[in-house]
């Protein structure tokens, strides 16, 4: 990882994100599109398909943008900065659906139709896998489809599929043009041939084809991306409509995974990412303008805590995001660490926006235009729940299923003993003896030396690198015991497997830190960020790999283990309260450091923007924080007398104590203070006007 060159934006994806996003976001009324129109507005929709943000996957050959791994995560992030569903509704396209099942397995003339189409917006794609009795266990889809044959567009008796099915939750089904839909395939008549289960299939059926029903809505969270059901009745498609013809009849599944990982490993992440910046950014200056006791409540021990947590998870999650669209631009396909990245970042984002909500208080409840957190609070259940529900991608998708691909030994000896290959065997197995001794030798001696030999790094990430050194050697340790001990029960052993997962994902995350804090220059001034990041994903990497032990078979040989690995006790400590204070401080005033880590987002400080006016606040309360003192001090001295500060800025004005300009600069702080700390309030007869009737549901 360390000698990945981090990809870079071209002059180009630069210039989309400096252009049509910037004007995109700035254009994006949340409050209009979640609550007033429940979908984007059409000049929106418009846009987004006249500058092509559905085709950024698209290859320029056939007319879409052709953008990176990290230019699409950089569109998708600075769009989530502004509007969460305005950020779905671009991702998905990009994302696993028809455009990228195509690109890899489309034949010449559907590639030649669809691509161009789909890049400029003339059709609207969705991906139809989820039905109702179907959702984890996607595999087991009851939606099938029956070879046979039909008479079509005036010809007789051509050979195709009838298909049946139901699907639930799709994004952007409801106004799809385009739906790739995933099914069982079989045929009875052997038609194709002597197999009669063919196996998970994806054709590409217009929306607008007879049987096909689409419309109706869900209702998701109050973040009104165009989701829902579909349904297919008896509607019949040539072979030709399967992608990649008659070759990849029955290959959908391993299609489907094939494709799955590139995108989770950018849209949600970037999502997540997208909303954090934000939050780290405004929730800062908020914390900053919004005085209690006489004090920001940013400077709180209290909020400190918090708001130290959002900051160094911002600069992890950005760390871990870019880290991984660099290794998705070189080519590789990452399914482990994709699957990771998509979990750690949804969760990181959960935990990050609540902290955030505390320290909002009611301005952050009270919905209304001006309440710019709330609709990325109600969004978190969605990430949590799409593409791989996290309790499932926790404890069996990482470790469970990833162990096994990635262990550099255990899938040869099992495919040796498979195919009776003693000498294939014998190899794996001495080979495997001693990666475990190696791990043995490295656990038991950089438990010792505190991996004091490591130096890896410069002197400021040394330490670091050498508890990452530590705890990778223990995890691969732990694996093998874990995965020699417990067989193939392992996988349904789903806490151990979570808290495995957790070890390795904060590993990653602390090695993506460290990468990006070096990529960045090491500026001085981010040192908090990093000590911040890298002690927490450590210190919790130690914690998970402690509960582990405790919950392994043949305890008293995992205790022996886990003395040997921690001969000392618990080395490593989660961030404590000085390096917390440097961080949350870092929060409450403008800065290249706050900059570098909200990089990317759209930032504005106009004070009639729902952001913009903290922002806007935040400076002027800066601007004018000496003066205030002097103001308080005149007050507690008593030659002031009014009881409000507007009146003590005009008194102290009165008796020559502050210059016109100096009360000026007091009076735009306050007003943007007020502007900045406002809520939104209705008329009564405004809620009477907002129901929605007809919902079709339980008991209907
Ligand atoms: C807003 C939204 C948009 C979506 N968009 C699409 C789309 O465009 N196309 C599409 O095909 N689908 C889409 N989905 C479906 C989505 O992929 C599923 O919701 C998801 O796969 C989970 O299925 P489920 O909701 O039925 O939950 P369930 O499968 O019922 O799972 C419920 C809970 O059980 C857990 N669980 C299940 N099995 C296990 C296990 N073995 N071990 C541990 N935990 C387990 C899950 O993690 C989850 O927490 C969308 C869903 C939503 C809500």
Redesign the pocket.
């Known amino acids: 990882m360390h000698d990945l060159s981090i990809s870079k934006l071209s002059t180009e994806e630069q210039a989309f994100l400096d252009g049509a996003v910037e004007d995109l976001c700035r254009d994006l009324d949340d409050w209009q599109i979640t609550h007033e129109l429940y979908d984007l507005p059409p000049a929106i929709w418009a846009f987004l398909k006249q500058q092509r943000f559905f085709g950024m996957i698209i290859p320029k050959a056939y007319g879409g943008l052709g953008f990176s791994a990290l230019a699409h995560s950089e569109v998708v992030m600075k769009i989530a900065s502004r509007s969460i569903t305005a950020a779905v509704t671009v991702m998905?396209p990009n994302s696993l659906?028809p455009g990228e099942l195509l690109l890899k397995y489309g034949t010449p003339a559907q590639k030649d139709y669809y691509l161009p189409r789909l890049a400029d917006g003339r059709e609207i794609p969705?991906?139809?896998?989820?039905a109702p009795e179907?959702?984890?266990?996607?595999s087991s889809i009851p939606d099938h489809g029956i070879v046979c044959r039909q008479d079509f567009n005036g010809e007789k008796a051509v050979l195709g599929i009838r298909l049946n099915w139901e699907?639930?939750?799709?994004?952007?089904?409801p106004v799809a043009t385009l739906l790739g839909l995933?099914f069982q395939l079989y045929d009875p008549e052997h038609l194709l041939g002597d197999k009669e289960n063919i196996g998970i299939t994806v054709a590409l059926i217009p929306t607008d084809h007879p049987g096909v029903e689409i419309g109706t809505r869900?209702f998701?969270l109050d973040i009104p991306?165009q989701?829902g059901p579909n349904i297919g009745r008896d509607v019949f498609i040539p072979l030709g409509w399967v992608i990649g013809g008659q070759a990849q009849l029955g290959h959908g599944w391993r299609m489907l995974v094939e494709c799955l990982g590139e995108g989770r490993g950018i849209s949600l992440p970037a999502l997540s990412t997208g909303a954090a910046k934000m939050t780290a950014r405004y929730i800062g200056a908020y914390a900053r303008v919004r005085q209690q006791f006489g004090m920001p409540i940013g400077y709180f021990e209290g909020v400190e805590e918090p708001l130290a947590r959002i900051l160094g998870n911002c600069y992890l999650m950005d760390a871990g995001r870019i880290l991984t669209a660099t290794a998705i631009d070189q080519g590789q396909r990452p399914a482990v660490v994709t699957a990771m990245l998509k979990y750690q970042l949804t969760e990181r984002m959960r935990r990050l926006v609540n902290d955030a909500m505390d320290i909002s208080g009611g301005a952050g409840i009270c919905m209304g235009p001006s309440n710019y957190l709330a609709r990325a609070y109600q969004s978190i259940p969605?990430g949590i729940?799409?593409?791989?529900?996290?309790?499932?991608?926790r404890?069996?998708i990482v470790f469970g299923q990833g162990a096994l691909r990635c262990h550099p030994f255990l899938l040869k000896e099992m495919q040796a003993a498979q195919h009776d290959d003693v000498a294939a065997f014998d190899a794996a197995l001495i080979g495997h003896i001693k990666h475990i001794a190696g791990n043995l030798g490295r656990s038991l001696w950089y438990g010792l030396s505190n991996a004091l030999l490591v130096v890896s790094g410069t002197p400021r990430t040394r330490h670091h690198y050498r508890h990452l050194a530590r705890l990778s050697s223990n995890f691969a340790l732990l694996a093998d015991y874990a995965a020699l001990s417990l067989g193939g029960s392992l996988k349904r052993r789903?806490r151990l497997s979570g808290r495995m997962a957790d070890i390795l994902a904060n590993l990653y995350l602390c090695s993506a830190t460290l990468k990006h804090f070096e990529e960045q220059g090491e500026p001085e001034a981010d040192l908090p960020l990093l000590e911040y990041a890298c002690t927490l994903t450590i210190h919790r990497a130690q914690q998970a790999m402690l509960a582990a032990f405790h919950n392994l078979p043949m305890p008293w040989l995992a205790k022996t283990l886990r003395t040997l690995m921690f001969p000392y006790g618990k080395p490593f400590s989660p961030p404590d309260d000085k390096l917390i204070h440097q961080v949350a401080r870092l929060a409450l005033e403008p800065s290249a450091t706050r900059d570098r880590l909200t990089r990317g987002i759209y930032i504005t400080n106009d004070p009639q923007d729902r952001m913009g006016r903290i922002e806007d606040a935040l400076h002027k309360t800066l601007a004018a924080a000496e003066l205030e003192k002097q103001l308080r001090s005149l007050m507690k001295s008593g030659q002031l007398h009014a009881h409000t500060t507007e009146a003590a800025i005009q008194e102290a004005k009165d008796k020559g104590l502050l210059d016109t300009f100096s009360a000026e600069k007091l009076l735009a702080a306050r007003r943007a203070t007020l502007n900045a700390i406002r809520v939104d309030d209705f008329p009564a007869s405004y809620f009477q006007q907002t129901s929605i009737v007809g919902a079709r549901g339980y008991g209907k």
Do not use: Q
């Open positions: 998905v659906g969705c991906f139809g896998l989820t179907a959702g984890s266990d996607a699907k639930r939750y799709i994004t952007l089904g995933a869900h998701p991306f989701n969605i729940t799409v593409e791989g529900a996290n309790i499932l991608t404890s069996l789903e």
